[in-house]
């Protein structure tokens, strides 16, 4: 048996999520699928985290084994086969340990917002056109890079070990007719970004300060923290890993 890594792209608003669950079109069950048929046996893959139902991906990767040799048109032949929504970008030989979701070292998500109404944005942008405090929004992101414990914007039923995650980046970047936020960190936990999203809305419209921030990282209680911003407005951008995880390029 070999293992390779998978990179893919999706658009979030066509599956109930990466996942697979019952009765439900997901992303890792369409993969499966078609990569058992190409391969002739029954491959699982390995994400490096699950999106929830509507957010997209730009840059996903996975891994899987097979007994089977990858040839140089496998990309090819797997995206005819593959749903318009999805589409593979490379398959790359990795070590016999290598694992998607444990070494991958970070996750970089962006939330974007469209201060216009767009029909060409709609399913991957948020259209929010209330007046916001860019610079208020920004000096409130860096109090969560100098926190770990994010249960407050976590999903309240969620198995998970620890509400400890590492966040290295976050700020909100004013685009033509856009503002897009950026956060990078080791993990993130169920709902964690698009609630933090959330709640520096409510500080960029006055309604809360960055001390209100700070009081609901302090009270670990989801009810505190602001709403849920929509899925469709989420993309995960980029996962990393330490430099030589990849070998060649396969296909």
Same mark, same amino acid.
Request: charged share 10%.
């Given at each position: 048996m070999s293992r390779y890594a998978l990179q893919f792209a999706y658009d979030g608003g066509s599956f109930h999520g990466y996942q697979i669950q019952p009765n439900a079109h997901s992303v890792q069950a369409e993969l499966e699928e078609k990569l058992s048929l190409l391969l002739g046996e029954t491959i699982a893959i390995t994400g490096s985290g699950r999106t929830d139902t509507g957010? =997209? !991906? !730009? =840059?996903?990767i996975a891994h899987f084994d097979t007994s089977l040799g990858i040839d140089d048109n496998l990309i090819y032949r797997l995206n005819r086969m593959l749903s318009p929504a999805l589409t593979t970008q490379a398959i790359f030989t990795v070590a016999d340990d290598f694992h998607a979701r444990f070494d991958a070292t970070s996750r970089i998500y962006e939330y974007r917002i469209t201060r216009h109404k767009d029909p060409f944005l709609r399913d991957f942008a948020y259209w929010y056109e209330a007046d916001l405090d860019v610079e208020a929004m920004n000096e409130a !992101?860096?109090?969560?890079?100098?926190h770990t414990?994010?249960?407050?914007f976590s999903k309240v039923k969620t198995e998970v070990t620890t509400f400890e995650c590492t966040i290295v980046r976050a700020s909100w970047v004013p685009q033509t007719d856009c503002l897009i936020f950026t956060i990078e960190g080791n993990r993130f936990l169920r709902g964690m970004v698009r609630s933090i999203v959330g709640t520096l809305l409510e500080i960029g419209m006055g309604k809360w300060t960055a001390a209100d921030l700070k009081r609901i990282l302090e009270s670990k209680s989801r009810q505190e923290a602001g709403r849920a911003v929509p899925a469709h407005g989420l993309h995960l951008v980029k996962v990393t890993y330490p430099e030589a995880s990849f070998g060649a390029r396969c296909s």
């Open positions: 957010v =997209h !991906a !730009a =840059h996903q !992101a860096k109090l969560l890079l100098n414990d994010f249960q407050c």
